[in-house]
């Protein structure tokens, strides 16, 4: 197929790239001072002896602030949803395939509860927003958002608004109308939801600070940001979002003032170049959109899009297809191609058959003719020129290719294949399983657990992914529904420690676990929370230690206590010794 070859192609050579991957080893010189880690600011070094003169130098000197620069700035709300970006974000955020995502709201625009979906445009026409606070107004289950917009002006903005963004439909909004909604479709319908809600609100206001300082005249920099005022944000604020936030905002950048010294705690650190990673359905979709370019940039990527291979309406049906052909497969959240694929992309020589760029630029000439602006006979007659010339070019190849039509995955693992695919089909058997609580709704399946249908019956029978800090095989989950208990299954974690024992339902369908021969884990930090929760604050001794992004922290930090070790400094304790959650566990002590 003309989008397939070269959406194959995308995953081929990316798999190659990986595989063909040598890492190339780098240093970098790195140092801590009150509690902030600051990176050398020339980047990193090729050659260890570079960066080792500079770390010997730096050691024996105090640190110095030069410069503290402070710039405030706005971020914008995320644009609305076209199709291909709530692909994205659904995969991301929920596991969703690309052709779960169009089912799901396809259905919900069948519903009336959401505009069409089949569109690759993030704007709203100009005629729409006179219907604004009509449609902010009937979202009565998103009120405490809605209220606050419509007691004011509803902002009007060019990054929502604009008619030359815009041709037959608009991105998808809410319609206002409320529905029945089942598990997955709620998912979906909340996510497109907020977006609408957050472009009326008011731009986010940030700080962002620049700070560089010295040791023995070499120079450090470190960054960080501050949340002014939230604006859109609120839009997307959860409980454990906030709390989240709020411990992250404590490890931002202490108040350094020009000049200050004192002394710190320079490491040099060897590391090795990553290779790219494995496409997921996200970052393929993506792909798809602008041709196999890599583009970050929302404003970049809307003028990408005329040149993306596929429509956002047959992309989810393409992947679909190369996975049906056996082309390629999923293993968890990543797309691989299989030997099938790999030799089927292998033996094609003429690179035009598969490249995205071509294909792309073939899309946005079809898209032109479609708007008067290119010629259909000149299209035409170049297609029938070049198509000349590939069959006289194959027709010349005598060299005899064979393709493998083996399901062999295009890892090297390749034994790993059939239980894979069983593991596909067998992820059904749930979904659609009777609610053993209630007995009559059927069990859907969410971002972390399956639920009843009839939950907003007040069935709130659920079934998370992972029990006691174990992820459940599809087959025990099959077995608990049947039977009403797992086997004997290992790798629980309790306050004790790893045990093993069965899962079981009580009377009220709640999950019990029945440990036998309970296997204690001395000084091992609750692979459940992984944020050290039996460790004590060795500064207030009040708190208790939690994890954030780049730092331990205390619990008690909304009461003043400012105790922060950073994934560095541990680093640096570790003195080269692995760090196994024995030794974390051991430094967080010390």
Not at 65 to 81: M, N
Not at 175 to 197: K, M, P, V
Not at 252 to 273: I, M
Not at 294 to 315: A, H, W, Y
Request: net charge positive; charged share 30%.
């Amino acid at each position: 197929g003309r989008v397939q070859t070269p959406t194959l192609a995308m995953l081929v050579n990316r798999y190659k790239e990986i595989n063909n991957f040598t890492p190339q080893p780098y240093w970098e010189l790195q140092t801590t001072y009150r509690n902030t880690l600051f990176n050398f600011e020339e980047g990193r070094f090729l050659k260890k002896e570079d960066g080792q003169f500079l770390a010997d130098k730096v050691t024996d000197s105090d640190f110095e602030i030069i410069s503290v620069t402070k710039k405030k700035g706005k971020e914008y709300a995320p644009k609305l949803f076209d199709l291909t970006g709530l692909q994205v974000y659904s995969n991301n955020k929920f596991g969703f395939s690309a052709d779960e995502t169009l089912k799901i709201v396809q259905k919900l625009y069948e519903m009336k509860v959401v505009t069409y979906p089949r569109v690759d445009t993030t704007f709203l026409p100009n005629d729409v927003f006179p219907k604004i606070p009509g449609i902010l107004s009937k979202l009565s289950n998103y009120s405490e958002l809605t209220q606050p917009l419509l007691k004011q002006k509803i902002k009007k903005s060019k990054r929502v608004f604009d008619d030359k963004k815009v041709t037959d439909h608009h991105a998808i909004i809410p319609t206002g109308i409320q529905g029945n909604l089942q598990y997955n479709q709620q998912q979906i319908f909340d996510i497109i939801t907020r977006r609408f809600i957050a472009v009326f609100y008011p731009d986010s206001e940030v700080s962002n600070t620049a700070v560089i300082g010295k040791a023995a005249e070499v120079p450090f920099k470190t960054t960080g940001k501050e949340i002014l005022t939230k604006g859109w944000r609120v839009a997307f604020e959860t409980e454990e979002s906030k709390i989240k936030k709020e411990l992250n905002e404590q490890l931002t950048l202490p108040a350094f003032v020009k000049g200050e010294k004192g002394s710190h705690e320079p490491s040099f650190l060897e590391k090795e170049t990553k290779p790219p990673r494995n496409y997921t359905e996200a970052s393929l979709l993506r792909s798809m959109e602008t041709a196999g370019k890599q583009v970050d940039d929302d404003e970049m990527r809307e003028l990408m899009k005329e040149n993306g291979i596929g429509r956002p309406s047959t992309r989810a049906s393409i992947i679909e297809t190369l996975f049906r052909r056996k082309y390629i497969e999923r293993k968890k959240k990543l797309v691989l191609p299989t030997q099938t694929g790999i030799d089927l992309i292998n033996i094609i020589d003429n690179e035009l058959l598969k490249s995205a760029e071509l294909t792309g630029r073939w899309e946005k000439r079809l898209k032109e003719i479609e708007r008067g602006e290119f010629n259909a006979g000149n299209f035409i007659n170049n297609m029938k020129k070049m198509v000349d010339e590939l069959v006289y070019e194959v027709r010349s190849n005598t060299s005899a290719k064979r393709i493998s039509a083996v399901n062999s995955n295009a890892t090297k693992n390749s034994s790993k294949t059939a239980p894979k695919k069983a593991t596909r089909t067998q992820k059904k058997q749930v979904i659609g399983k009777t609610c053993p609580k209630c007995k009559k709704g059927t069990l859907l399946k969410g971002s972390t657990a399956y639920g009843c249908s009839e939950f907003k019956n007040n069935c709130n029978f659920k079934i998370f992914f992972k029990i006691f800090g174990k992820k459940i095989s599809e087959n025990q989950l099959i077995r608990l529904l049947e039977k009403g208990a797992t086997t004997n299954l290992k790798g629980f974690t309790t306050s004790s420690g790893k045990v093993e024992g069965v899962i079981r339902f009580d009377k009220d369908f709640i999950l019990k676990l029945e440990q036998k021969a309970p296997i204690v884990v001395a000084k091992k930090i609750d692979k459940e929370v992984d944020n050290s929760r039996k460790i004590s604050c060795p500064k207030c001794s009040q708190g208790l230690i939690l994890k954030g992004k780049t730092a331990y922290g205390c619990s008690n930090y909304k009461k003043g206590c400012d105790f922060v070790f950073t994934f560095d400094e541990i680093k640096k304790k570790a003195n080269g010794k692995p760090l196994t959650k024995e030794l974390v566990f051991q430094i967080l002590h010390q």
